[in-house]
């Protein structure tokens, strides 16, 4: 029989260990965060961001081509992925309970799981293997599909936090349907929306393995969209295998402009967030 | 005042288009049922040019593709058991050290947290989501690697004397299954620990007051009342979280070491099926090179598929049980 | 409840029932002269299978105020709905029978929903003012919709400021009216919604337990309101609150279960109802 003294302090143990574990938890992302801003920062310069890769032994050199080049994937990925997710989206929220509904609902979580490097072998089976060469678009597409499920869940959520009552006040007032979800339900929800669609964009933004199946990475300038082009997390893989350390430190500094760029979207999402949250919806 | 003509509502027809929006309605009802349509139809489309790519590969050598272990390709022999064997392991290895962690820091946030702290930390632990793997990987060739090579991998075989079991025995390489397990675990976490977080936040508070009026202690109540309730969402969690791991590619190739092997050993090197795909793609010259690796690739396909519908499924099973 | 609304009106009237009392007032038409302006005929709403509103006919006034009354679930927003075709919004829901507006039948081969709900404007339980819109942008949402009138400016504001001045808003925004909708209070919220609703000049307003989630004060209001509106516009109102029923309806329709009990003048329905079940109603017995 357990006392009620030694309950208690079983209790205390175990709260105690869930602090470790949020303190371990934390632990590796601060970690990787010095690294990066130790490692990486020494060797960032404006060279970095404007020139282009020197071969071993030339001292300088940047990666301008990587970072056009994950801009333009990021941007055919967002002409592919955005419009079609928030459509689905508004699929979702409007038709509820209709077996497509479920059935879509299902497989973008299903998909939203899928391994990336599926997606990678699935652009490549349909866009580069047919054509015989790697491109950029085959990349944004890859990507793009990524995005799709990511936009269609997050879109159908926020959708679904607009009030029925609002859509009955618009569809009272005499506006077709479409009107009603596109000038008041959408619009309602747009700041949320936003914010989705600004995860998923930081969610591929970094995304490797698709890539190598795709655009493959170019050692030159090229923005053309039938021709292989550079990725920054594409040159960070090439140069981290690497055997030398100017490489290694360009990697590193790579690293920090890649997740740069993932964190401000990302903070962009959580204020898009928080002035959603500031503005009562009901 | 009000008199309106008859035929008032005919007038307006015209006036308004009603006809023009009834059809707008049509065209917009049929753009969102075809953008819905995507998701099913990629669904599909994967599925097949995978298999497309695969069945040479599958034709000629059947399942030996994973049930044997000899991967030659210049003798045309492609088993890669020894890749199967490394992806269940280092997702193994991950889970183990990730669920308790993961489960922790969701029992912190929805339970114990004091409320400052609540939100930093919870970012936090998002944001580990956010982390591209290739940055991952670059962290952990080196400075994971060179801690375990250094550290952890002596003080767990002499130190501890784990040597003595063949888990843990031999020369300690720093790409190794136990180094792709540990990044594994720090990528799965942040999907563990949301998606138990929500459904430990879904446990109604008269669960909480029923045990806590019965004098339980506050672990007991969350160890009685909450986690029971909560299971099978949380069981849901780690499934995505091992989704995630086992498909995982760049972070897990840049730190395994590449062997195909079988080794008992967690501090040897390994592969993986996804790490395995990924380096030998570009240098694959033959069809049946190319063709067995894309029946690799379908093989994970159809394990993660399992693994995540296994997964919605329990998380929806809770979510479907708090809205009745 | 009662006590803070018994200020509303000077000179209450004693009447049999206990629990109701009926403003004594000069009808603006009575129920015989006037002529319909909604009459339903055999109307039966369904969700699904399950009738929510059975073989009612009624035939609503004009320029009256006619509150429909009934316990919780009896169908009475549902019958509302049927008249500005929102009942058929819902997935899996179907009307049988039919309704007339002056005239016209609703329900009638080709007439589109959208032109009845611009003629027959709606307000319901909770205010529902657009949040990412101004106040004038709510109130002109209705005007935006009428693709060919695309109306100038000037003429927008002027009906802006006559919905608001009808709905008793103007005093308290016009110095805001560019600001967002829903820093308004419940109730001018809800106001606003009436406003927003007379801005495409309906011929019929229907109101569904408009001031179920309003505070005693902003319920005095909008029942002054309403109150106000029959004198240009038809005014169904659905209530659960029989003291609101006889202070601003001049005719009010008993409904239970779906079916039409008793429709009459408020004055006689709650002073001499004829149907047992109606007094058993009125008299608190049930519901």
Same mark, same amino acid.
């Given at each position: 029989m357990r006392t009620a003294r030694s309950r208690h302090l079983v209790s205390g143990a175990m709260i105690g260990l869930t602090y470790l574990a949020a303190v371990l938890a934390t632990l590796p992302l601060l970690l990787i965060l010095v690294h990066l801003l130790t490692k990486g920062a020494s060797s960032l310069s404006l060279a970095f961001f404007t020139h282009m890769p020197r071969p071993v032994g030339e001292p300088g050199g940047g990666m301008a081509n990587a970072i056009v080049g994950t801009l333009v994937l990021i941007g055919i990925a967002t002409v592919i992925g955005l419009p079609i997710g928030i459509g689905a989206g508004l699929y979702l929220a409007e038709k509820k309970s209709s077996p497509l509904a479920s059935t879509v609902?299902?497989?973008?979580?299903v998909l939203n799981g899928l391994p990336s490097i599926v997606m990678g072998i699935f652009a490549w089976e349909i866009l580069v293997r047919p054509i015989g060469h790697f491109s950029a678009l085959a990349g944004g597409v890859a990507l793009g599909s990524m995005m799709i499920p990511l936009v269609t869940r997050t879109t159908e959520e926020m959708l679904l936090v607009v009030p029925t009552s609002l859509r009955e006040a618009a569809l009272a007032l005499g506006y077709p349907r479409w009107r009603t979800s596109i000038s008041v339900v959408l619009r309602t929800a747009l700041a949320g929306i936003v !914010?989705?669609?600004?995860? &998923?964009?930081?969610?591929?933004?970094?995304?490797?393995?698709?890539?190598?199946? !795709?655009?493959?990475?170019? &050692?030159f300038w090229s923005t053309s969209l039938s021709q292989p082009i550079a990725a920054l997390p594409l040159q960070i893989f090439a140069y981290a295998n690497s055997p030398y350390d100017e490489w290694h430190q360009q990697a590193w500094a790579g690293a920090l402009v890649l997740i740069a760029i993932v964190l401000i979207i990302s903070l962009a999402a959580r204020f898009a967030t928080r002035s959603r949250f500031g503005a009562p919806v009901d | 005042m009000t008199s309106l003509p008859v035929d008032w509502l005919e007038k307006d027809r015209r006036k308004l288009r009603v006809d023009a929006s009834a059809f707008s309605d049509k065209v917009y009802e049929a753009l969102t049922a075809a953008c819905a349509l995507v998701v099913p139809a990629l669904v599909i489309a994967i599925a097949l040019s995978i298999f497309a790519a695969a069945w040479p590969a599958f034709a000629k050598l059947g399942l030996s593709i994973i049930t044997t272990s000899n991967w030659d390709v210049s003798g045309g022999h492609f088993g890669a058991a020894p890749a199967l064997f490394g992806t269940l392991v280092s997702s193994t290895v991950a889970l183990i050290i990730a669920t308790p962690l993961a489960i922790g820091v969701a029992i912190f946030l929805s339970e114990f947290s004091p409320s400052w702290l609540r939100q930093p930390v919870g970012f936090l632990v998002d944001l580990l989501a956010a982390i591209p793997s290739v940055v991952y990987g670059l962290w952990g060739i080196f400075v994971l690697i060179p801690l375990l090579r250094q550290h952890v991998m002596p003080f767990l075989r002499d130190t501890l004397h784990l040597g003595a079991t063949p888990f843990f025995s031999g020369p300690a390489y720093g790409p190794s299954m136990l180094a792709a397990g540990v990044i594994l675990a720090i990528m799965a976490l942040p999907y563990i620990s949301a998606v138990s977080r929500e459904v430990l936040m879904a446990v109604p508070r008269s669960q909480r007051e029923a045990a806590l009026a019965l004098g339980a202690t506050r672990w007991e109540m969350i160890r009685d009342a909450v986690i029971p309730y909560a299971r099978s969402g949380i069981i849901g969690g780690i499934m995505l979280g091992l989704g995630r791991a086992l498909g995982e590619t760049m972070a897990v190739t840049m730190v395994i070491?590449?062997?195909?092997?079988?080794?008992?050993?967690?501090?040897?090197?390994?592969?993986?099926?996804?790490?395995?795909?990924?380096?030998?793609?570009?240098?694959?010259?033959?069809?049946?090179?190319?063709?067995?690796l894309m029946a690799v690739g379908a093989i994970l396909f159809i394990i993660t598929l399992i693994v995540n519908a296994v997964a919605r499924w329990l998380v929806w099973s809770v979510a479907r049980r708090r809205a009745q | 409840m009662l006590q803070s609304t018994e200020v509303l009106r000077e000179k209450p009237m004693r009447i049999v029932t206990p629990t109701v009392q009926v403003r004594a007032r000069e009808p603006s038409v009575s129920q015989e002269e006037a002529p319909p302006c909604i009459v339903a005929s055999h109307l039966s709403a369904f969700f699904g299978d399950a009738a929510a509103v059975k073989d009612v006919s009624i035939s609503i006034p004009q320029n009256a105020v006619t509150a429909i009354i009934g316990p919780s679930g009896c169908g009475k927003s549902t019958l509302l709905r049927c008249f500005n075709r929102m009942h058929e919004t819902v997935p899996g829901t179907r009307v049988e029978g039919s309704v007339e507006i002056l005239g016209s039948s609703i329900y009638g081969d080709g007439t589109s929903p959208i032109a009845v709900r611009r003629h027959v404007g709606m307000v319901f339980q909770r205010p529902t003012p657009f949040p990412t819109m101004s106040i004038r942008a709510n109130v002109a949402a209705g005007l935006r919709v009428d693709s060919k009138s695309h109306a100038t400016r000037g003429a927008t504001s002027e009906i802006v400021e006559e919905a608001l001045q009808r709905a008793g808003l103007w005093a308290e925004v016009k110095d805001q009216l560019d600001e967002s909708a829903m820093a308004l209070s419940g109730g001018q919220q809800q106001r606003l919604c009436i406003a927003r609703a007379l801005a495409t000049r309906p011929r019929v307003i229907l109101l569904d337990e408009p001031t179920a989630s309003l505070d005693p004060l902003s319920t005095q209001k909008v029942e002054e309101l309403v109150y106000d509106l029959r004198q240009t516009v038809t005014v169904v109102i659905v209530t659960h609150n029989m003291q609101q029923a006889a202070r601003v309806?001049?005719?009010?329709?008993?409904?239970?279960?779906?079916?039409?009990?008793?429709?009459?003048?408020?004055?006689e329905l709650f002073t001499a109802p004829k149907d047992p079940r109606t007094e058993s109603y009125i008299t608190g017995r049930f519901g």
């Open positions: 609902r299902f497989l973008s979580d !914010t989705g669609a600004l995860v &998923a964009v930081a969610r591929i933004a970094g995304e490797t393995a698709p890539l190598l199946f !795709t655009a493959i990475g170019n &050692a | 070491g590449n062997r195909l092997e079988i080794s008992a050993s967690l501090l040897s090197p390994g592969y993986t099926m996804a790490s395995l795909i990924a380096n030998e793609f570009s240098e694959a010259t033959n069809d049946l090179h190319l063709s067995a | 309806s001049d005719g009010t329709a008993f409904l239970l279960m779906g079916e039409l009990v008793e429709f009459a003048s408020t004055r």
